[in-house]
T-cell receptor, first 119, second 111 residues
Framework: GAVVSQHPSRVICKSGTSVKIECRSL??????MFWYRQFPKKSLMLMAT?????????EQGVEKDKFLINHASLTLSTLTVTSAHPEDSSFYIC???????????????FGDGTRLSIL | QKEVEQDPGPLSVPEGAIVSLNCTYS??????FMWYRQYSRKGPELLMY????GNKEDGRFTAQVDKSSKYISLFIRDSQPSDSATYLC???????????FGTGTQLKVEL
């Protein structure tokens, strides 16, 4: 259980292109999803918290207009990197929390990431 | 000072060894503790999750939390080459709030 699917796994595109990444919770409903960015040999950096049906909450220093997040349903959140440039090249990972049970907070489960390369 | 400190390694051990991975944290509001395993070019996989001091065991893995000293550990018994990965500790305050991750420890189990 608690499977999170992320698509695509790899994107190579030209500078100026907009890229959309999908994150789906396959066997549970996720009211909250998270988007992370990871640089080589570095830890995960939280970019934004996405709540179903409302605007995403962005971390300090993350450009809202650059990284558009949509969480239109309980099983799908999307991250769109608009007008991508080489400095946006990175490993982007989403996660989703399973619903809390009996007052117990549940952990985040991660997708397999999307490796984005902007030429 | 980072909120969660973790030795990045790399840590190299022979097959069958007991591995000890550790993190310290500074925020006493952290109540939830997780260990994730991340293989190269993959997303983190949840290994252990606990919210109380003490030990939690799952197969070859034991997670240990000491809230009084703000210290968390992951022990791997009978380590295997397939355990070679980066191990990330993570903590959170709960209530759906964000997680704070350590930098990860790269582990290599050699034949």
């Amino acid at each position: 259980g608690a499977v999170v699917s992320q698509h695509p796994s790899r994107v190579i595109c030209k500078s100026g292109t907009s890229v959309k990444i999908e994150c789906r919770s396959l066997d549970f409903q996720a009211t909250t999803m998270f988007w992370y960015r990871q640089f080589p040999k570095k830890s995960l950096m939280l970019m934004a918290t996405s709540n179903e049906g409302s605007k995403a909450t962005y971390e300090q220093g993350v450009e809202k207009d650059k990284f558009l997040i949509n969480h239109a349903s309980l099983t799908l959140s999307t991250l769109t990197v608009t007008s991508a440039h080489p400095e946006d090249s990175s490993f982007y990972i989403c996660s989703a929390r399973t619903p809390d049970r009996g007052g117990s907070n549940q952990p985040q489960h991660f997708g397999d990431g999307t490796r984005l390369s902007i030429l | 000072q980072k909120e969660v400190e973790q030795d990045p390694g790399p840590l190299s051990v022979p097959e069958g060894a007991i591995v000890s991975l550790n993190c310290t944290y500074s925020n006493s509001a952290f109540q939830y503790f997780m260990w994730y395993r991340q293989y190269s070019r993959k997303g983190p996989e949840l290994l252990m999750y606990t919210y109380s001091s003490g030990n939690k065991e799952d197969g070859r893995f034991t997670a240990q939390v000491d809230k009084s000293s703000k210290y968390i550990s992951l022990f791997i018994r009978d380590s295997q080459p397939s355990d070679s990965a980066t191990y990330l500790c993570a903590t959170g305050t709960g209530g759906g709030n964000k997680l704070t991750f350590g930098t990860g420890t790269q582990l290599k189990v050699e034949l």
